[in-house]
């Protein structure tokens, strides 16, 4: 039987699925560079003959903005995200959404886009064993003002699974500060907080998310060791981190898996977990992102449970919640032949 998983670093913008897109611009005669699967594919998910820097990768998003063009769509891809993952057993997940990225195009309201996916998400969840939170994603490049209307509608809908805020878009030339009282008062109501940083810029990033910002965990991180001092605040905070490997060699971040610094962090005493950040972009699962890394980073059985149960720790649910995830990952554990699949 296949381990259950957790995944903590999933864009929903990057988990739609190639027959869904193809089949939205069909039905809606969206003006989109291609609407049959194989077509659309290379302008959707990284090719093997893609090049791996952050502008190829990051151009995919600008493409799937053009398909959010209607409550259903927005409302299915939430749930299609939910039944994949449920589907890769993964058994808690927090999935992040920007709201503007799914409202931009036609220009629905955050509060509305925000309702659609949580109606998605209630539906993918049914007679399926998984537990779904949201984190409401803001992007540094884009206006303040856009985020603080995003926080306020989240806010309102705490009591309905959204339970964290993320910085994140492109690090360089976009500093948080501008960001920060959002921050505080997304925090002082009970949110809480994650940021991407370390990714495309330097730990000054992580610095920030973690002592103005109030992180207790990061994005990515990969480029955390530009600073020792960053990484003794990191670890003495117990902040942390959530990797995405194959997403980092394909933007360019890292030149290989076993280039990761995964490893590296986790023998600079680096709290880690292990994430996809957008499997349908990535052409992944979170299965095949332990499969791979695990070859690649000669990771054994023992440090895969060690981030599951990192995941578990790190995860923005109730104590009571998490003493319940843990015993089912030591659980499963303890019956696992180590020779089957994970």
């Known amino acids: 039987m296949a381990l259950p998983k957790i995944e903590l670093h999933r864009h929903l913008e990057g988990s739609l699925r190639l027959s869904t897109l193809a089949e939205i611009a069909q039905t809606y005669d969206l003006d989109v560079p291609a609407r049959d699967e194989e077509s659309l594919r290379p302008y959707v998910q990284i090719m093997p003959d893609s090049p791996h820097d952050a502008e190829h990768f990051l151009s995919k998003f600008a493409v799937l903005r053009g398909f959010y063009c209607a409550p259903d769509v927005i409302r299915r891809v939430a749930c299609e995200a939910v039944e994949d993952a449920a589907a890769d057993n993964i058994k808690y997940l927090e999935l992040r959404f920007t709201p503007k990225a799914l409202a931009r195009i ?11 996916v949580l109606e998605g998400v209630d539906e993918g969840k049914q007679g399926r064993d998984i537990v779904v939170r949201l984190i409401l994603a803001l992007n540094r490049h884009e206006s303040v003002a856009d985020a603080e209307l995003a926080i306020l509608a989240g806010l309102d809908r705490k009591d309905r699974g959204i339970v964290a805020v993320d910085l994140c878009g492109q690090e360089e030339g976009f500093p948080a500060e501008p960001f920060a009282p959002i921050f505080r008062e997304a925090q002082k109501a009970g949110m809480h907080i994650t940021i991407h940083g370390a990714e495309w810029d330097g730990p000054h990033n ?9 992180a207790s965990r990061i994005g990515h991180g990969v480029r955390i060791f530009e600073d020792p001092d960053v990484i003794t605040l990191a670890r003495e905070r117990e902040v942390f981190f959530e990797v995405c490997p194959t997403s980092n060699l394909q933007s360019g971040v890292v030149k290989s898996l076993s280039a990761h610094p995964l490893r590296k962090m986790q ?9 996809t950040d957008d499997p349908s972009i990535c052409g992944i699962t979170l299965t095949e992102e332990y499969y791979r890394t695990a070859q ?5 059985i023992k ?6 149960m990192n995941a578990a720790e790190a995860a923005f649910i109730p104590e009571m919640a998490r003493t319940v995830l843990i015993s089912r990952l030591i659980e499963a554990f303890s019956t696992h032949d180590q020779t089957r699949r994970l």
Do not use: P
């Open 296 to 300: 690649a980073q000669s990771l054994g």
């Open 267 to 275: 023998k600079a005493g680096l709290r880690t977990t292990l994430n």
């Open 206 to 214: 992580v610095r920030y998310a973690i002592e103005k910002l109030g």
């Open 106 to 116: 036609r220009g629905f309201a955050f509060t509305d886009v925000i309702d659609w």
């Open 303 to 308: 440090d895969i449970q060690a981030m599951l």
